[in-house]
């Protein structure tokens, strides 16, 4: 059993940073891939970025490159989403997941492909 937990959402007006964490149980951390995603009012579910269990490969979200960096520190066991700039569209409940079925075939942008998610951190940004 894995827990996740977030945190460092919060209100921030438009063009400014957040950095969120992501604190998670077990003794294997460094296996796991990780991601994260987030859901606006309204809308579905979406990808935001994705990391490997060494922290040697980052996936995003074709429109987040740039802005967003995903990383994390194995001895901690917290992944983190640096987010810059931003705007009212960035405006969403975030969520990290975690993936520690290593048979599961490879999709990290996908939902499905990850058995644990935290309970969310909201994320508003102000014009």
């Known amino acids: 059993q894995v827990q996740l937990v977030e945190s460092g959402g919060g209100l921030v007006q438009a063009g400014g940073s957040l950095r969120l964490s992501c604190a998670a149980s077990g003794r294997t951390f460094s296996t796991y891939t990780m991601g994260w995603f987030r859901q606006a009012p309204g809308k579905e579910r979406e990808f935001v970025a994705a990391?490997?269990?060494?922290?040697?490969?980052?996936y995003f979200a074709d429109s987040l490159k740039g802005r967003f960096t995903i990383s994390r520190d194995n001895a901690k066991n917290t992944l983190y989403l640096q987010m810059n700039s931003l705007q009212p569209e960035d405006t969403a409940v975030y969520y990290c997941?975690?993936?520690?079925?290593?048979?599961?075939?490879?999709?990290?942008?996908?939902?499905?492909?990850?058995?644990?998610w935290g309970q969310g951190t909201q994320v508003t940004v102000s014009s």
């Open positions: 990391i490997t269990g060494s922290g040697g490969s980052t």
């Open positions: 997941a975690a993936n520690t079925i290593i048979s599961r075939a490879w999709a990290p942008n996908s939902g499905n492909f990850y058995n644990y």
